[in-house]
């Protein structure tokens, strides 16, 4: 079997299988801040879209009529979130990307974390 682009392990915790072993023991730490009541809802691999679908219409030419219809130009571009929670006390959505050294200089996910805090006005926390 070939080893990971990134070096990291798969581990599987609770049930689930995370990307990376930090990945899994920072949901540890965060499954304890939601049983503590320091956060809420916490969810995995949330995804958010910064680039919307772009969409045409075109004609089809049926045996008795015409029919417009409509056909994907361009998929939406997506950034798919590690963790999204609820601060308790501040009412405060925290986006979190757990990131090694490495997979930081990735120039997709930097576009993409920026394009999150430039359209949607959501910054993202990386751990």
């Known amino acids: 079997m070939r080893p990971n682009k990134y070096l990291n392990k798969k581990t599987e ?7 990376s072993k930090k990945e899994a ?9 939601e049983k503590n009541g320091e956060i809420s809802n916490l969810r995995r691999q949330v995804s958010f879209e910064v680039i919307p679908a772009v969409y045409g219409e075109r004609v089809v030419r049926l045996k008795t009529k015409e029919k417009r219809e409509s056909y994907c130009i361009q998929r939406a571009a997506c950034y798919v979130a590690d963790f999204v929670y609820i601060e308790t006390a501040t009412g405060k959505q ?3 990307d757990v990131k090694s050294p490495i997979t930081r200089k990735n120039a997709e996910y930097r576009l993409k974390k920026k394009m ?9 926390t990386e751990i």
């Open 13 to 19: 915790v609770e049930g689930i299988t995370f990307d």
């Open 116 to 124: 999150m805090l430039a359209f949607n006005g959501i910054e993202v």
């Open 94 to 96: 925290v986006v979190v």
């Open 25 to 33: 023991s920072y949901w540890l730490y965060l499954r304890q801040l």
